[in-house]
């Protein structure tokens, strides 16, 4: 029997390191589709008609996000101007209850 020099792990337990597979980038699964999906590199990142299609979304919610703001704008100055018309049949803010008051100063 051979004995191995002390400190020394003797060869039969010895285990093999683990290779890991290199991570392939090009083909990722698709982790919520469930389905591999080639990387597209260089020149066929993005086709022409691609950047046209992703450029006419990001303007149309652009133009759409513009028209709802321009909307809520005209919408505020018809309530403040509504308000105006109020306060001035009524005599002020006073007449109204306490409650709206406070409500109508934090608003306006």
Request: charge should be positive.
């Given at each position: 029997?051979?004995?191995?020099?002390?400190?020394?792990?003797?060869?039969?337990?010895?285990?093999p390191p683990?290779?890991?597979?290199?991570?392939?980038?090009?083909?990722?699964?698709?982790?919520?589709?469930?389905?591999k999906r080639?990387?597209?590199?260089?020149?066929?990142?993005?086709?022409?008609?691609?950047?046209?299609?992703?450029?006419?979304?990001?303007?149309?919610?652009?133009?759409?996000?513009?028209?709802?703001?321009?909307?809520?704008?005209?919408?505020?100055?018809?309530?403040?101007?509504?308000?105006?018309?109020?306060?001035?049949?009524?005599?002020?803010l006073d007449?109204?209850?306490?409650?709206?008051?406070?409500?109508?100063?934090?608003?306006?």
């Open positions: 029997a051979t004995r191995t020099p002390a400190g020394a792990v003797p060869s039969h337990t010895h285990v683990v290779k890991l597979a290199p991570i392939d980038r090009d083909n990722i699964v698709d982790v919520e589709k469930g389905r080639r990387r597209r590199r260089g020149s066929e990142a993005m086709g022409a008609h691609e950047v046209w299609r992703r450029e006419r979304d990001l303007s149309r919610f652009y133009v759409e996000r513009q028209l709802l703001v321009e909307g809520y704008r005209s919408m505020m100055v018809e309530i403040r101007e509504s308000m105006r018309r109020l306060k001035a049949a009524r005599g002020g007449s109204l209850p306490q409650a709206a008051q406070s409500q109508m100063k934090l608003l306006f």
